[in-house]
């Protein structure tokens, strides 16, 4: 009787010994990870792809946020993760070093901003990580030389503006006859540019890449008769910002004035097909290089196209009157784009010639 007590004590314990190596398994499983995304805002995004990766073995789980932004992952064995939520419309984000344990759940909330698609690090090569690498230092660099470009710069620009002026003011004494005031006025203005440029050549030494100190360093020297330099200068600021139409326009400014119609014609061209907003003052401007050239027939072309672009630009009515009053078969158009400039004209002696040059055309018909 004794013995059989001892034989059942002995098979009981056995029996939970059993149970309970069978139940770790089971509790081994029982890790989540979970969290919520949202967007710069605050506000829930739904549907975002959550893939949870094993670092230290390779597996892979993947979960979506629910209309709420959440997302939950139950059954995750031991070890440690990297967990990466991606969305469409924003940058991807990524945790790791997450070690779920089986004593509470582990939450990695996500906060995406707005933008495209693009890789982590961890899926780069080594090439694409190192060009990475090189494109961060450059950002710090110029971030770090950012205030002295801006420095500099500003002082170019306060300098070219007096030159301006400076200029402006001689071509006044010019015309009224004062033409020892006036050379003094235009040596003061070069003397202007010139320590313009020095200080945008101080801005560019500290960051080349700057596409807006090259254009007002190429102005500069195009006022000051730089002419071959502002070129090469306004092709590199382009070549930097090719999205900027009013680089293509002051270029193609620079390219009349040195003779190279052709090129100054593609110049404006480019510039209305970057913006076509601006369309009218670029055909404007083709026209008027065209008209400098002797080519009336094709700047009256580029004034109705600026015309076209901006049915309301006087100038451009004004210069097609004139561009057509040559010629006997045009002049009911161009009495037509004259009347027109009458009634919108804002240069009152410019009004005057055009009523004198309509009254002159009506004679003619």
Not at 191 to 197: H, R
């Amino acid at each position: 009787m004794f013995n059989s007590i001892r034989k059942l004590g002995v098979l009981a314990i056995s029996l939970i010994g059993v149970a309970l190596v069978l139940s770790l398994p089971a509790m081994a499983q029982n890790r989540i990870i979970k969290g919520k995304v949202t967007n710069d805002k605050g506000e829930p995004i739904v549907g975002a792809q959550i893939v949870i990766q094993g670092q230290d073995v390779k597996r892979e789980y993947s979960v979506k946020s629910d209309k709420k932004g959440d997302y939950f992952y139950m059954g995750i064995p031991y070890g440690q993760y990297r967990v990466i939520c991606r969305a469409q419309g924003y940058q991807p984000d990524f945790v790791q070093g997450i070690t779920p344990s089986i004593s509470e759940e582990r939450d990695v909330p996500f906060k995406l901003n707005p933008g495209p698609d693009r890789k982590l690090p961890f899926e780069m090569s080594e090439q694409e990580r190192e060009k990475l690498k090189q494109e961060a230092a450059k950002a710090e660099k110029q971030r770090a030389a950012g205030t002295e470009v801006k420095a500099a710069f500003d002082t170019g620009l306060k300098l070219s503006q007096e030159g301006q002026t400076l200029s402006q003011e001689g071509e006044k004494l010019a015309l009224e006859g004062k033409k020892e005031e006036a050379d003094k006025k235009k040596a003061e203005a070069a003397t202007k540019y010139a320590d313009a440029i020095g200080e945008y050549k101080k801005a560019l030494e500290k960051d080349q890449e700057q596409p807006y100190v090259l254009a007002n360093m190429a102005d500069a020297m195009s006022k000051n008769n730089q002419n071959d330099e502002a070129l090469v200068t306004y092709q590199k600021a382009i070549s930097l910002k090719p999205d900027d139409a009013a680089m293509y326009t002051n270029m193609g400014v620079l390219l009349g004035k040195m003779g190279k119609t052709a090129e100054s014609q593609e110049a404006f061209k480019k510039a209305a097909s970057v913006n076509p907003a601006a369309a009218g003052q670029n055909f404007y401007n083709l026209g008027a290089t065209l008209v400098n050239s002797g080519r009336a027939a094709e700047a009256a072309d580029a004034f109705k196209q600026a015309i076209a672009a901006d049915p309301n630009f006087a100038e451009a009515y004004y210069q097609l009157g004139l561009c057509l009053s040559g010629s006997q078969a045009t002049i009911p158009d161009a009495i037509k784009a004259l009347q027109k400039y009458i009634q919108i004209g804002q240069k009152a002696d410019q009004v005057e010639v055009a009523k004198q040059l309509v009254s002159v055309l009506q004679q003619k018909k």
